[in-house]
């Protein structure tokens, strides 16, 4: 039983350049969450997917980032034109939607660090 | 929007001793989550409740879903040193969770 996987663990760029980044959820989830975490704080909301479908934005992502979950499996973060400010974990979570409303059990990744110099 | 307080923001303890850390929200939600997070890796689900004064166990570890649907608590017994972490509270909503700032657990030797 794999867990969440995140691709690369650890991204350094300079100010500028793009980047993407990947997550492969556990195989029978049918959402897919993207977080931001910085130091100090919880992981914030990016979007989510469900199947290939992205539901919903954040306000946070701004128009040089976008996702993508093209067959409903795994998914693409990319964030073009990158800004020192953008230097954060980056996290992916995975839950299945039942319809017994646990619907909130999300499971993350280790996560993405991206820093930008 | 949402937000949740959660405290402490940091614990200093001896082993041996229990913890407990708590979250409180101005809103309603329908699912409380705690997890954990050590350096470098993502947060990892110890417990989730769905029901408003549900009581739950994961070994040492005690939470509750407060009556109110506003506020959460977490137990830890007999903190061990590889309680040592981030404990993060979690509110969901709407297919949605928000997370607290999290309480930093330290343990004396």
């Known amino acids: 039983d794999t867990g969440v996987s995140q691709d690369p663990r650890h991204k350094i760029t300079k100010r500028g350049q793009n980047v993407t980044f990947r997550c492969d959820p556990i195989?029978?989830?049918?959402?897919l969450y993207w977080y931001r975490q910085t130091l100090g704080q919880g992981p914030e909301f990016l979007t989510y997917?469900?199947?290939?479908?992205?539901?919903?934005k954040s306000r946070l992502l701004s128009d040089r980032f976008s996702a993508e979950r093209p067959k409903g499996s795994f998914s693409t973060l990319e964030i073009q034109r990158t800004e020192q400010g953008d230097s954060a974990m980056y996290l992916c979570?995975?839950?299945?939607?039942?319809?017994?409303?646990?619907?909130?059990?999300?499971?993350f990744g280790p996560g993405t660090r991206l820093t930008v110099l | 929007g949402q937000q949740l307080n959660q405290s402490p923001q940091s614990m200093f303890i001896q082993e041996g001793e229990d913890v407990s850390m708590n979250c409180t929200s101005s809103?309603?939600?329908?699912?409380w989550l705690w997890y954990k997070q050590e350096p470098g890796e993502g947060p990892v689900l110890l417990i989730a409740?769905?029901?408003?004064?549900e009581l739950t166990s994961n070994g040492r570890l005690t939470a509750q879903f407060g009556i109110t649907r506003k506020d959460s608590f977490l137990n830890i017994s007999a903190s061990i040193p590889s309680d040592v972490g981030i404990y993060f509270c979690?509110?969901?909503?709407?297919?949605?969770?928000?997370f607290g700032k999290g309480t930093r657990l330290h343990i004396l030797p």
């Open positions: 997917f469900q199947n290939e479908a992205q539901l919903e």
């Open positions: 979690a509110g969901g909503a709407d297919d949605k969770i928000i």
């Open positions: 979570a995975s839950s299945l939607e039942l319809f017994s409303g646990r619907n909130n059990e999300q499971f």
């Open positions: 809103s309603i939600f329908n699912t």
């Open positions: 195989s029978e989830h049918n959402r």
């Open positions: 409740l769905y029901k408003a004064g």
